[in-house]
T-cell receptor
Framework: KNEVEQSPQNLTAQEGEFITINCSYS?????LHWLQQHPGGGIVSLFM???GKKKHGRLIATINIQEKHSSLHITASHPRDSAVYIC??????????????FGKGTLLTVNP | NAGVTQTPKFQVLKTGQSMTLQCAQD?????MYWYRQDPGMGLRLIYY???????DKGEVPNGYNVSRLNKREFSLRLESAAPSQTSVYFC????????????FGPGTRLTVL
């Protein structure tokens, strides 16, 4: 079973700060996902990556397959970025089954 | 496109009552999933359906049953609700053309008294 660990569990930042959330996993994967969940809200997929780096607006996701580690960065953070960020991995067997194993999430609060 | 829809949004049950949570997607996805989310636990897979006509147990299937009614619909049934099933339930789907990416419904908040 793939264990997914996120750090930190909670993060408080001031508006404008650079944010980093980390995710480590224990066995080989075919893809890693970053998801966002606003308080009381639904879950939205931010990134899916299997190598390298992806960027969308102020969000950047990186993955190091050898080290089994991924980071989610937020540049110029804003209060609307306050949410729970969830890391999830898909096992290396792949195929047509897209089952994911989830981390427990990182609660980010950005103060104005 | 509505994406993934779930009904109801909220439900309160008494111990022993039964109910069915409904999920539908309009993205022509093959795979559908039911998760529960509990404080401090993260999302846990209850059941999934890799394709129409198939269903499989996930991490926490006890106390639940599922039906993949057709390609669009995947329902979750609680036959005899227990307080331990108080949770937020999410349905998700995945498949071509968004290979691997999961799309989530808005969730159902269930309380069992």
């Amino acid at each position: 079973k793939n264990e997914v660990e996120q750090s930190p569990q909670n993060l408080t930042a001031q508006e404008g700060e650079f944010i980093t959330i980390n995710c480590s996993y224990s066995v080989g994967i075919s893809a890693l996902h970053w998801l966002q969940q606003h308080p009381g809200g639904g879950i939205v997929s931010l990134f899916m990556l299997s190598s390298g780096k992806k960027k969308h607006g102020r969000l950047i996701a990186t993955i190091n397959i050898q080290e089994k580690h991924s980071s989610l960065h937020i540049t110029a953070s804003h209060p609307r970025d306050s949410a729970v960020y969830i890391c999830a991995v898909r096992g290396a067997s792949g195929g047509s089954n897209y089952k994911l194993t989830f981390g427990k999430g990182t609660l980010l609060t950005v103060n104005p | 496109n509505a994406g993934v829809t779930q009904t109801p949004k909220f439900q309160v049950l008494k111990t022993g009552q039964s109910m069915t949570l409904q999920c539908a997607q309009d993205m022509n996805h093959n795979s559908m999933y039911w998760y529960r989310q509990d404080p401090g636990m993260g999302l846990r897979l209850i059941y999934y359906s890799a394709s129409e006509g198939t269903t499989d147990k996930g991490e926490v299937p006890n106390g639940y049953n599922v039906s993949r009614l057709n390609k669009r619909e995947f329902s979750l049934r609680l036959e005899s609700a227990a307080p331990s099933q108080t949770s937020v339930y999410f349905c998700a789907s995945a498949g071509s053309p968004h290979i691997g990416e999961q799309f989530f419904g808005p969730g159902t908040r269930l309380t069992v008294l």
